[in-house]
């Protein structure tokens, strides 16, 4: 019996590679029976390219046997379905995209595929990332692996258990209030958010542009830095990429942290918090402070402002961006007797309720006479938000803060209910607004065995600390090696 190659991280299956241990199409084979066997249990794929994975594993094997490999050669990947595949359905988890076919790949795809990695599918999601569970997707919620009554988180729920349940050896999704951070949190994998602009854009569905970023999803802190190494850096085809050098990610790896100051904000542990969320952040920053970090107190004193600041600017910006689902380019089209009439047809039937909800409050939010009071008005709260974090990041090198109120909770609880739905972002979408990256690292369990995560957040361009801070923290517990019974 051949050994399971699938429930190695990248750091450990990229060595084997390379020695010829075992080739790219054996560890992909491996990957899609699995996939074939399992996937329908929790729903993380909504494609699987098994031809396209197939055609890319023949050739980073014939690059690795030329000597050519790098660290991705023969990886195989999913991409959370919001990304532009060439040639491959990319559906945004929306009967409006249900049948959309790409004619181009999103810079990310292009890059992962220059540095010879394998796209085994496409990821489950809320449907245009909106959502916080992945129960908005219009093609079923994803579950949980580590309980098949919960949910995984999202939007990038799909990509994170598919992480968590060796359905791929890591992943690509979108993070605009939390979508990286708060799945890795609930699935018990790293989940990292990069500074706004470190990774372009190009080929990313937009949700809200002021705010999305792609990033990786992984089962080590380390796949992270490789995958953002391969994927970060100035993109002429997006203007809003930063033009900085990118930094050697993995020098920062293996560092000590003694000495380094961690910020602890005092905004981030009061009311609304899980005890059990609570105990296990508060026992990581024991083990920080047991590694010679410093711990300081901080304060975001506008922190209380972010959930209605967040779903007053990504609503207006998803108003706007959603504009283009006419039926008219791409996409569904629905019958009408007249232009308008097919508008509406094809806008009510394509998107899901939550998509609609959001495109109704967004534009009301933009609207003449609302715009001041609304949208200006965040914008200016979240000039404060920044500030604040500014100002932190004078007293410390990284923040350190849960990711989630909660454990996941359970599928069907809070869909009901937006309001409850939006509030369980409140860790995570303040680091959006101020446009700094993010990294959600396990840190422990709760009593009925759901993971939990430590968030640790850097300043803008501080993915280094940030990596170095997590990776410090990671190999001094055991947390990341726990697997789901799956
Ligand atoms: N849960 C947040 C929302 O629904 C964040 C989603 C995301 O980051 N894409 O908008």
Redesign the pocket.
Known sequence: MTEPFYSLSISQLAPLLARGEVSPVEVTEQFLERIGQRNQEINAYLTVDADGARAQARDAEARLRRGEGALLTGIPLALKDVLATRGLRTTCASRILENFIPPYDATVCVRLREAGAVFLGKANM?EF????STENSAFGPTHNPWRRDRIPG???GGSAAAVAADLCTASLG???????R?PASHCGVVGLKPTYGRVSRYGLVA??SS??QIGPLSKEVRDAAVLLQAIAGFDPQDSTSVPEPVPDYLEALGREIRGLKVGVPQEYFGEGLDPEVRDAVEAALKTLASLGAELVEVSLPHSEYAVAT??VV?VAEASSNLARYDGVKYGLRMKGRNLMEMYYNTRAQGFGA?VRR?IMLGTYALSAGYYEAYYKKASQVRMLIRRDFDAAFKKCAVIAAPVTPTPAFRIGEKIDDPLT??L??IF??SV?LAGIPGISVPCGFSSSGLPIGLQILGPPLGEPVVLQTAHAFEQATDFHLRKPDF
Do not use: F, K
């Open positions: 809320d990332a909106m959502g916080s999202g939007s990038s979108s993070d605009t209030g939390g979508s990286i708060q949700y809200a705010l999305d967040y779903y990504a939550e959001r739905m939006y369980s972002d995570t979408i959006n």
